[in-house]
C-alpha cells in the first residue's frame, strides 16, 4: 500500500493515491470504517461560524455608518454607503445558509448522521438513469 503524507492544520493523514485506488481526481482520503457519518459537529461549528460573521458584519455596518454621519465628501460618503451595501448583501447570504442549516440536519435523518451507502446507491441510481 503507498501513502502519501498531506500536511493539514498541524496533522499528517495518511492517503491513498489514485493509481491505488484506481479512480482519478487526485490524492483520496483513507475510505471511513462506516457507512455513517455524523454531521452534527459540522452544523454546529456552521452556526457558530454564521453567528459570529454575522455579529462581525453588523459591527462593521454599524461602523461604517457612523463614518457617514462624519463625513463631509460626497465622494466618500458614496464610497462608504456602497461598502454598506455589500456588507448588508454579505450578512443576508450568512442568515439565508444559516436558514438552511435545519434542512442539512434533517438530511441526516433527524439523527445527525448520513447514511454513506445509502447516498452512494442513489447517486448510482441517478446516474444510471441519466445514462439510460
Known sequence: MHFRRIPKQGK???VRTTEELGRRGGVCAEEPETDVVDV???IDRAR???ASTAWLLERMIGSLKGQIEAETDPKRIQELTDQIR??????Q???DEERKLPAAQRAGRGEGVIDLAEARAEIARRLA???G
Do not use: C, G
Open 12 to 14: 499528517t493523514p495518511m
Open 40 to 42: 452534527r459537529p459540522v
Open 48 to 50: 457558530k461560524l454564521f
Open 86 to 91: 455589500q456588507n448588508q448583501k454579505a450578512l
Open 93 to 95: 447570504i450568512v442568515l
Open 129 to 131: 438513469r441519466l445514462a
